[in-house]
């Protein structure tokens, strides 16, 4: 239990301090999380971004991008992923 709460704490202080921004959305495109760099980049809180659609973060995505998002596709057309191909 204990390594558990320290690999959290480890993984805590990485995302917050991180200089890049992260954000972690659900099966339905809400975001779920964001750190302290998407705070300044967006200039919202983190508590005004929980819950809201990705897409308005992502103003010249537009429909089709909501659309793939809502679906599970990425927004691009990479034909790989980390460990896997798609055809």
């Keep these: ?3 558990v709460e320290e690999s959290e704490s480890r993984l805590r ?3 917050e301090t991180a200089v890049d921004g992260i954000i972690t959305i659900d099966d339905r495109s809400r975001i779920v999380s964001v750190n302290q760099s998407v705070e300044r980049m967006f200039g ?3 508590d ?3 819950l809201q659609n990705i897409t308005m973060l992502l103003p010249d995505c537009g429909n089709a991008c ?3 998002l809502g679906d599970g596709v990425p927004p691009h057309d990479d034909t790989e992923r980390v460990g896997q191909s798609r055809e």
């Design 48 to 50: 005004a971004l929980r």
């Design 13 to 15: 202080a990485t995302l």
């Design 66 to 68: 909501a659309t793939r």
């Design 44 to 46: 919202w809180s983190a």
């Design 1 to 3: 239990y204990r390594r």
